[in-house]
């Protein structure tokens, strides 16, 4: 009689859940909030946590209409860049950076060609962009990027670096990452996303460890410009547990709780990502979760998950020397520290978290709700996430 009962209580609550995904559509906004713990044994040596928001708005990270004109007619402008990580590009130490990125033009013979249309180039937007964001960087030289062994490994564009991509280079007296990340989110972050704590506070918070550092950067895409704060912090690989992969230990919080700007009547599950990736020096794989798998399907050679009410881990691939994980939140606003812990290689859960404090009843009551439901079609959603 109490299987029965059971068993009636999950197919209750899957109907409910079907009933939900008709009834409330899933939606994409164009800010959006990330989270990302990046173990690399192969390259850096460091643990690196970050925080990413974004937008495709001006109105949420306000940049002039006039710059975004500027940017956009240019024709060879692909990226305008302001950090202040240890070290922009060779040569440059101890100073800030704006850094205006232009795409190679195969009819300009020769370093000096190369050097004086990137410099006319960045001269013709710097005073606007200093305007913008309260700097006085001033012009220092022309770096043209060769591929990086990252770029490589991770399979990125080379949009900020990369082989064909030439930098204009304007310098300025280092700043704090505290105080910079203050300065530049109160003048280009939109009041309201402020506001609402979630990753935002988080980045915050990390602004102030000794190994800080924020990028603002301007991406031209294909049909918009997408803006990017990020706030990242380096740690040795050895303060990491690589048995034992806990990603909130090294963003500095028991907690992490979504944007309350994403709190409404609409439904926006892919706004709020937790990205692990791991580059291992030996090959290895996914073997226990504190959470929920979630169903998926491959679409186009990768990962899509079939339902997106409840939360759980997407691991694309999830053995090898690279592992990339995704927690989506589904319909909740936070999650703690030792939900987020999963293990590798032969590792078990026990000897990562005390028994006492794993709630293996409600995961597996979950997770059979997730398998009840996988039939629902969020495939063209994930989609919209991955190229928006």
Not at 112 to 127: M, P, R, T, V, Y
Not at 248 to 266: G, I, M, V
Request: proline letters at 2%.
């Amino acid at each position: 009689m109490y299987k029965i009962t059971i068993l009636i209580v999950i197919i209750g609550f899957s109907f409910f859940g079907l009933i939900v995904v008709h009834a409330q559509e899933v939606k994409l906004a164009t800010f959006q909030e990330t989270a990302q713990v990046f173990f690399d044994q192969l390259i850096s040596q460091n643990v690196t946590a970050s925080i990413t928001l974004q937008s495709t708005s001006n109105q949420e990270i306000r940049i002039p209409s006039e710059l975004e004109q500027k940017i956009r007619e240019n024709g060879r402008i692909i990226a305008v860049i302001l950090t202040n990580e240890e070290q922009c590009v060779l040569g440059v130490q101890d100073e800030a950076c704006i850094l205006i990125n232009i795409s190679r033009d195969e009819s300009e013979k020769g370093i000096f060609a190369i050097q004086d249309a990137a410099k006319e180039i960045g001269n013709s937007i710097i005073d606007d962009v200093n305007r913008v964001l309260d700097t006085n960087a001033k012009f220092h030289s022309v770096y043209i990027h060769t591929a990086g062994e990252t770029n490589r490994v991770l399979e990125t564009s080379g949009v900020v670096s990369g082989a064909g991509t030439v930098s204009a280079v304007y310098t300025m007296p280092k700043e704090d990452t505290s105080s910079m990340y203050e300065k530049i989110s109160s003048i280009l972050v939109y009041s309201k996303i402020r506001e609402s704590g979630g990753f935002f506070d988080v980045a915050k918070k990390l602004s102030s460890e000794e190994t800080a550092a924020m990028t603002f950067s301007i991406l031209l895409k294909e049909n918009s410009l997408l803006y990017q704060i990020k706030l990242s912090v380096d740690y040795p690989i050895s303060e990491a547990n690589m048995d034992c992969i806990n990603p909130l230990k090294f963003l500095k919080t028991n907690e992490l709780k979504r944007s309350n700007s994403f709190r409404s009547s609409d439904f926006y599950p892919l706004n709020s990502i937790l990205q692990v990736l791991i580059l291992s020096s030996e090959s290895t794989n996914v073997n226990e979760v504190n959470t929920n798998i979630i169903p998926s399907r491959i679409i186009d050679g990768e990962k899509i998950p079939n339902v997106l009410l409840v939360d759980g881990w997407i691991f694309d691939p999830e053995s090898g020397n690279k592992i990339d994980g995704k927690y989506l939140f589904g319909k909740k606003f936070s999650v703690t520290k030792n939900e987020l812990v999963f293990t590798l290689g032969s590792a078990q859960m026990d000897d990562c978290i005390p028994a006492e404090t794993l709630d293996f009843d409600s995961s597996l009551l979950v997770l059979i709700i997730i398998v009840i439901l996988s039939g629902g079609a969020a495939a063209f959603y994930m989609k919209g996430y991955r190229k928006g």
